[in-house]
């Protein structure tokens, strides 16, 4: 009887002792944590398709769900523009807290655009993070193709493919578990991942883990998923750079929560919603580890909302929002 006390007020004490030291982290966690994270959205090329419907009037655009994707997880966003030079980009990274690279058409060998602009972030971020800085970079389709294109130097290694309108759960690899992106995922999450067809693929060109050797990058990111096109083919679903906080994805969760075309197979169900909000969760997270901020309240005059939206969603566009830039907009 006595022992039995004993052992009850012992493991009464452990649980002190424990819920101690829970709230002493969380204490500690809050006070370096930032509560109003801002990401930069890089912009890109107008695309021919939007260029169709809106004949020679813009020059560069933001699909409007990648806005909608980092607001919905407590953010506020900043457009990036292409086509800058260095000192422009330094400048807007100084001030934002991580950096979204949305999936698109752009070509990567474009004077001026996207790819340009990716490696000249892709540079800065990673100084900024060796110089004890924490800024995150993630890319979303094109620009999960993007990460590892301009990590490679600007070496075009990516394979044709054939995975649109298709859903899929990830194919997860064996350690996936112990990556910065899934490690705290809930059982729930990576169950809906792993057994539901809840990603939404969009992409005509896909990593593979070969294209990743072929540039000598397998030790620098890390594979957690892959899937199979159409077709069969294998394809890296999600990575993260081994070192820095660089993350990528080929599916479109923005879609699953903001886009609403017919017919394109984007799967809007409850699991879909949940597991693509986790991964706005995850980068925004990501981003409140960093303490950049704009001097003085000048975000106001940077934030998205300085800039009108369309409703493209009505001329058959697959974004159902968008914005949409003119070199003037752009220039000041
Ligand atoms: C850019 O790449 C695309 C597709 O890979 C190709 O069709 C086009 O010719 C290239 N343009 C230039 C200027 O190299
Ligand atoms: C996951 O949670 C642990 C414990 O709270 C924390 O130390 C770690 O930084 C978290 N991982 C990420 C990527 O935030
Ligand atoms: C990859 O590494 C090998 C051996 O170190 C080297 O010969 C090759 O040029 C590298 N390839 C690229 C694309 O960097
Ligand atoms: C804002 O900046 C001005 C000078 O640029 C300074 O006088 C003022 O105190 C600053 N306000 C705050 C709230 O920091
Ligand atoms: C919208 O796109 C679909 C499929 O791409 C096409 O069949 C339809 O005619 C288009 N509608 C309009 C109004 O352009
Ligand atoms: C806008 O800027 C791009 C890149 O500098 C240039 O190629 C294009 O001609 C410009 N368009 C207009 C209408 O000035």
């Known amino acids: 009887m006595k022992s039995a006390l004993c052992l009850l007020l012992g493991l009464l004490a452990l649980c002190l002792h424990i819920s101690d030291a ?44 990648y806005v909608k994707f980092v607001e919905g997880a407590g953010a506020l966003a900043v457009p990036i523009w292409i086509g800058k030079d260095e000192s422009y980009y330094e400048d807007i990274l100084s001030k934002v807290n991580g950096v979204l690279w949305p999936g698109g058409s752009s070509y990567f060998n474009v004077s001026d655009g996207y790819a340009e602009a990716g490696a000249i972030i892709y540079t800065i971020a990673t100084r900024l993070n060796n110089q004890g800085d924490y800024f995150p970079i993630w890319g979303t389709c094109l620009g999960f193709e993007l990460m590892t294109y301009v990590a490679a130097g ?23 578990k112990s990556s910065r992106m899934f490690e705290n995922a809930s059982e729930k999450v990576i169950d809906i991942l792993s057994t539901y067809d809840v990603t939404a693929n969009f992409h005509q060109y896909c990593v593979t883990r070969d294209d990743l050797k072929k540039v000598n990058l397998t030790s620098v990111f890390r594979v957690m998923s892959v899937n199979h096109d159409w077709n069969g083919l294998e394809f890296i679903s999600s990575i993260e750079h081994v070192e820095l906080p660089f993350y990528g994805i080929q599916f479109h969760p923005e879609k699953n929560l903001y886009e609403w075309v017919a017919n394109k197979n984007i799967p809007h169900n409850p699991e879909a919603s949940l597991a693509s909000q ?32 369309t409703f493209t969603g009505r001329k058959n566009s697959s974004f159902m929002q968008t914005y949409m830039f003119t070199n003037l907009t752009t220039t000041d």
């Open 22 to 65: 829970i709230s002493l982290s969380v204490v500690e966690r809050t006070d370096y944590l930032n509560d109003r994270p801002i990401i930069g959205i890089l912009t890109q090329e107008i695309s021919y398709s939007l260029n169709l419907k809106y004949p020679n009037q813009y020059e560069s655009y933001i699909a409007a769900s």
């Open 154 to 176: 600007g070496i075009e290694h990516r394979t044709d493919c054939s995975s649109n309108k298709q859903a899929l759960p990830l194919e997860f690899v064996s350690d996936f």
């Open 278 to 309: 986790y991964f706005a969760n995850f980068f925004v997270n990501e981003a409140r580890k960093n303490s950049h901020s704009f001097p003085n309240g000048t975000d106001l005059d940077e934030l998205i909302y300085n800039y009108q939206i």
